[in-house]
């Protein structure tokens, strides 16, 4: 296990620092001077020139990677080059405000998903299967920031059961539980269906397993078999991919920031991709690939607790 652990560690440090490379030259290879966004267009070209300098601008794209990377490890994202704030420093006051409302998201989507699935694998064929499977195929199709359009129109528009913008009074946490519901509601309504559809085919695949045939033929009741024999199998491939899908999953919640106008990574992404604030652009990708590659890293953890013969094989 131990082994298994180390290897899965070392593969995600290595993706992760790939990727920081990747994002690090495509970001700042966009069209767009940084010492203009900066100073303004009427700056000379005498302070333009020291501010590239200031910021190590000046120097070739390579050395400006691996001085990134350098400083990445050291726990630097670099300076904001509008109000020269620690990139840092804002990332980490706006990456709980995200987590938040992905983790609640995928939360109530686990808590709805899993017991529907469990419900349409134990009728396979039936028609309480055939409108969950219809309910679950089409709630995946809906990508998180039109559902959070829709909820927004329905709920907040039309009806005003909840708040439209924002994220609640600071200190009021009913007023900030009112203002996540419908954030919330909106990203997990996919991983409604993915995680119904993907319990119910692990569900069918288990129960047809030899073992569960001869429990069933000794006696046991149902119930006993489904919850200690038959779920902790079926649920294996749930962890997997929601670890696969957790970029997906933050995706999804930094757009539904942008639509409900939510403080968080989303919002300030959003804002500096408009002002071409490259800085911070790159400071909130890397913290969402960072949380990509952590989450797959505890989702292998999880899986091989749950079935060491995978960390064997793996």
Known sequence: MASYIARRFVLGVAVLLVAMTILFLLIYTVPGDPATIALGPRASELQKEAFRLRMGLDQPLAVQALNFLWSLLHGDLGTD???????????????????????TGLGWAALIGIPLGIWAALRPDS???????????????????????????LFSVQLGWFPSIGAGEPGDFGDQIHHLVLPAFAVGVAWVGYIARLVRVAMLETLAE???????????????????????????????????????????????????SRPG??????????????PVVLGSVVVTTALYVVANFLADIAIAMLDPRLAEKG
């Not at 990574?265 to 490259?278: H, K, P, T, W």
């Open 265 to 278: 990574l989303g919002s300030m992404a959003y804002d500096a991709v408009i002002s071409r604030n490259f």
């Open 210 to 260: 030899p073992h569960v045939r001869t429990y069933e033929a000794f006696g046991v009741g149902k119930a006993h078999i489904v919850l200690r024999c038959v779920l902790p199998i079926a649920i294996i491939p749930v962890i997997s991919v929601l670890g696969v899908g957790m970029g997906n999953l933050l995706s999804g919640a930094v757009l539904v920031e942008v639509v409900f």
């Open 81 to 103: 080059i509008l109000n020269q704030r620690p990139v840092t420093q804002m990332v980490l006051a706006a990456l709980p405000k995200t987590v938040l409302l992905a983790v």
């Open 127 to 153: 028609w309480t299967d055939r409108i969950i499977g219809l309910i679950s195929t089409s709630v995946v199709a809906l990508p998180a920031f039109l559902m959070a359009i829709y909820a927004l129109i």
